[in-house]
């Protein structure tokens, strides 16, 4: 069995009046993530950290911000790209472990259903991924409400 690990990271500005789109559901808040596609900072996280493990380059090389056909993509239809792209290279998916940082809304509620959404998309179960929250003590960009990021590590197997 040949097993690799792939990391993901990846950031997105808050804008007042933007949707906040997070782990493929609609987070109610006043400011939501903004970027070429639906700045999902936790599917571009993941689908960055499954890429890296198969080593087939990143997100951005795939679905690149400057071809209009992604402006405004549900991140969901990226990740589904993804999953197959791996797959297709011979490996599953194995499990995700992924933080997001933010100081604004609280994230935890929204878990169950964020796992429920992604373990769909990619076929695993909801008990292989792990999404936790976290707020940075209202330090930078996170701290300011200016902006989310989030990390993830993937393992895949062939």
């Known amino acids: 069995m040949k097993v690799r690990v792939g990391f993901g990271f990846d950031v ?24 070429h596609s639906d700045a999902d900072v936790l599917v571009h996280t993941i689908c960055d950290a499954l890429l890296g493990a198969a080593n087939l380059r990143d997100i951005g090389f795939h679905f ?17 790209d993804v999953v197959k792209l791996v797959h297709d290279k011979g490996f599953t998916i194995g499990n995700i472990d992924a933080t997001i940082a933010l100081q604004e809304p609280k994230i935890n509620p929204h878990i169950p259903e964020m796992k429920s959404v992604l373990s769909a998309i990619m076929k695993i179960d ?4 792990s999404i936790k929250a976290t707020t940075t003590e209202s330090l930078g960009f996170e701290g300011r409400e200016e902006g989310v990021s989030a ?8």
């Open 151 to 158: 990390y993830a590590v993937v393992l895949i197997q062939k």
């Open 12 to 35: 997105h500005q808050l804008k007042e009046g933007a949707d906040f789109w997070l782990g493929g559901i609609k987070i109610p808040h006043s400011k939501g993530a903004t970027g």
């Open 126 to 129: 909801e008990d292989d991924i």
């Open 64 to 80: 690149p911000p400057s071809d209009n056909q992604y402006k405004g993509i549900d991140s969901k239809i990226l990740l589904k």
